[in-house]
């Protein structure tokens, strides 16, 4: 599946085509050649992201959607701040719906030509691009695996900092994810409160476990 769908994707590119690929329940909406949004049962759905951005309300936003097009490059004009924020909001939404959709399914993608989302292409980026940081992400998530098998795990913070260290920074990301941490709550918990991807949850416990902040609640 992963090959067909990155030859598809490729080609789409290649011929700079505006349009949708249909892969299973998921919308991969493309813009002359670059990919604008991914939408998908699983994840946020496009308002959500435009709204996380700061520039109108909810229901504007979702208005906006229904009855506009290029609403993200409307959002952004308004406030060239919050369109900075916007940007880095729908590039890691469409890298982490890509990465899901590189995973092997059953699912063949279809390509319906001329069809455009009204999120639109002010904040597309080029295919391969993502497609390189998907499958980067891909490899990752193999070696998390290895630690992390399940999201059922749980976790809870090292009674010591390893190796004798007297001191170690915590990002603000680790200090959410660490408070979460009683050996109760499982990582699936995790991801749910904190309503961050399961990669970026993972991959930073992953990080902490082989540092030894963190160990698994036996």
């Known amino acids: 599946m992963s ?10 590119e290649a011929d700079q085509q505006t349009g949708v690929l249909n892969v299973g329940a998921s919308e991969v909406w493309i813009e002359a050649g670059r990919l604008a949004l991914i939408t998908s049962p699983n994840g946020a759905d496009p308002a959500s992201v435009l709204f996380a951005g700061g520039e109108g309300s909810l229901d504007e936003i979702a208005s906006l959607l229904s009855t506009s097009s290029n609403v993200a490059g409307t959002l952004a004009g308004r406030n060239p701040e919050a369109g900075t924020v916007i940007g880095r909001l729908l590039h890691e939404h469409n890298l982490n719906a890509l990465f899901e959709l590189l995973v092997p399914s059953d699912a063949q ?61 915590i990002t603000a990301d680790e200090w959410r994810y660490l408070s ?39």
Request: glycine residues 8%; contains cysteine; hydrophobic residues 40%.
């Open 180 to 218: 979460l941490l009683d050996g109760r709550r499982t990582v699936a918990d995790v991801i749910t409160v904190t309503q961050d991807s399961a990669f970026r949850v993972c991959s930073s416990l992953y990080r902490m476990l082989l540092e030894g902040i963190i160990e698994e609640d036996a």
């Open 3 to 12: 090959e067909d769908l990155s030859a598809a994707l490729l080609r789409i």
């Open 109 to 169: 993608p279809s390509f319906v030509e001329g069809s455009q989302h009204a999120v639109g292409g002010h904040f597309s980026e080029p295919i391969g691009q993502l497609l390189d940081q998907a499958k980067r992400r891909l490899g990752i998530w193999g070696e998390i695996a290895s630690r992390i098998p399940s999201t059922s795990a749980t976790f809870k913070l090292a009674t010591e900092l390893p190796d004798g260290a007297e001191e170690r920074a």
